[in-house]
């Protein structure tokens, strides 16, 4: 069974802190890596990622694959309290199925 | 900028009932999803379509569970006999291309079955 895993559930953080959230993924024929975040309702797509090692950036967001290791770390910089949401890593595997770990709650703090 | 929509935000009913959710896609996007998320757990995938057919489904997708695509624009899920545990929260997505492409999720139905 595919198992994605992420780390840590939850953290709190005070603004201008920096985060780095963890994923790490035991997928049978994997294909791409994606990071949404989710925050009142429905999950907004952040990157994608299918080469190890390219890093993806998008403003204070960037996100890289590694995939030796089976891992995947999203980092946040300068932190604001807009960044305060859930974060969702998933997975694509061959049969074209989206495997989402448990997701990581991160409290920006004023 | 083009969204997916879901109808109804919420939709409550009674054990046993059947129930439709409805989805519209973004207009030239060609793959559509079904994914539940029960409160406080994952979000889990039910089913994925593709030229009038499932592609794709979950072990999660039983005989309970249906999609269509009744014209040019709707995609819907029919849960013939609701049951208790199948109140969640259900999100439509859809992409252009299966695998490469990014899926571009709805705003949600939250069902609850009483």
């Known amino acids: 069974e595919d198992k994605v895993v992420q780390s840590p559930l939850s953290l709190v953080v005070h603004e201008g802190d920096t985060v780095t959230l963890n994923c790490s993924y035991e997928?049978?024929?994997?294909?791409?890596l994606l990071w949404y975040k989710q925050e009142k309702k429905a999950p907004t797509f952040l990157f994608m990622l299918t080469s190890s090692g390219i890093e993806k950036k998008s403003g204070r967001l960037s996100s890289i694959l590694d995939k030796k290791e089976l891992f995947s770390i999203l980092n946040i910089t300068a932190t604001q309290t807009g960044d305060s949401a859930i974060y969702l890593c998933?997975?694509?595997?061959?049969?074209?199925?989206?495997?989402f770990g448990a997701g990581t709650t991160v409290t920006v703090r004023a | 900028e083009p969204e997916v929509t879901q109808t109804p935000s919420h939709q409550v009913t009674q054990m046993g009932q059947e129930v439709i959710l409805r989805c519209v896609p973004i207009?030239?996007?060609?793959?559509f999803y079904w994914y539940r998320q029960i409160l406080g757990q994952k979000v889990e995938f039910l089913v994925s379509?593709?030229?009038?057919?499932?592609?794709?489904k979950s072990e999660i997708f039983d005989d309970q569970f249906s999609v269509e695509r009744p014209d040019g624009s709707n995609f819907t899920l029919k849960i013939r006999s609701t049951k208790l545990e199948d109140s969640a929260m259900y999100f439509c997505a859809s992409s252009v291309l299966l695998s490469y492409n990014e899926q571009f999720f709805g705003p949600g139905t939250r069902l609850t079955v009483l």
């Open positions: 998933a997975v694509i595997s061959n049969d074209y199925k989206l495997s």
């Open positions: 207009s030239n996007h060609l793959y």
């Open positions: 997928v049978t024929n994997f294909r791409s």
């Open positions: 379509f593709y030229n009038n057919e499932i592609s794709e």
